[in-house]
């Protein structure tokens, strides 16, 4: 085992410490400097273990996303507006990521699929807040999920953890509006962001590191 692997393995086993940990902060309420720090550490780590996994520009691109998504969680506790603009940052990449590798000899029901989650997504968006910023923020969003599920990517790790993250930012929406106050959503947003988060990651690295592109 090389350094540059054990490098990789203390990150990403660093990741899961820190976002499953956070839980922690979010369920005390703690605030202050140090669980904002705590909060983009674990998405942080992502970003570093992407990095040094990869060997094209797709990968340096994965890193960027979660780099942008680190940035995000860090600047949505002190300024929402750029904290924001920094995952749409990340969409756009995403996006352009999964475009780059479109699944081949795509089902017209696995199609049907990604373009309802790109169509939804800003819908109930809009149903939720009748925000026009946060619609079109979630149009991006839906985009990302909906070229993350029609990608060569495995869909049990890359499209679900898209799902995740589109769960997570839909139940933001609904905490600004009817949703307001409900006991623990911040546990389940977390949970779901994060989770989405390091199945996104897991799921390109790999499919960016097979020889043979084995689809799933």
């Known amino acids: 085992m090389g350094p540059n692997t054990t490098l990789m393995k203390l990150c990403l086993w660093g990741s899961i410490l820190a976002g499953v940990s ?46 942008f998504g680190a940035l995000g969680d860090v600047l949505l506790e002190v300024a929402f507006t750029m904290g924001a603009a920094s995952f749409a940052l990340g969409h756009i990449l995403a996006i352009v ?23 939804a997504t800003p819908v109930i ?39 995740m993250f589109v769960a997570s930012d839909l139940l933001i ?8 106050g409900s006991a623990f959503i911040g546990v389940a947003i977390w949970a779901l962001y994060f989770s989405g988060q390091f199945l996104i990651t897991l799921g ?9 592109r084995s689809l799933y």
């Open 173 to 180: 929406f609904a905490e600004m509006g009817p949703l307001a």
């Open 125 to 163: 968006a809009w149903l939720l807040t009748h925000a026009a910023d946060v619609t079109g923020y979630a149009l991006l969003l839906g985009l990302m999920a909906g070229s993350a599920w029609t990608s060569r990517f495995s869909r049990y790790r890359t499209g679900i953890g898209a799902v």
């Open 22 to 67: 956070y839980l922690l902060v979010v369920v005390a309420d703690v605030q202050g400097p140090m669980t904002i720090v705590w909060k983009g550490t674990g998405v942080a780590l992502l970003a570093v273990f992407a990095l040094l996994r990869a060997r094209s520009s797709d990968g340096v691109m994965l890193a960027g996303v979660m780099a």
């Open 204 to 212: 390109v690295t790999q499919g960016l590191g097979e020889r043979r």
């Open 97 to 119: 990521l999964y475009r780059r590798n479109v699944r081949p000899n795509l089902a017209a029901s696995q199609r049907a699929l990604g373009v309802l989650l790109a169509v």
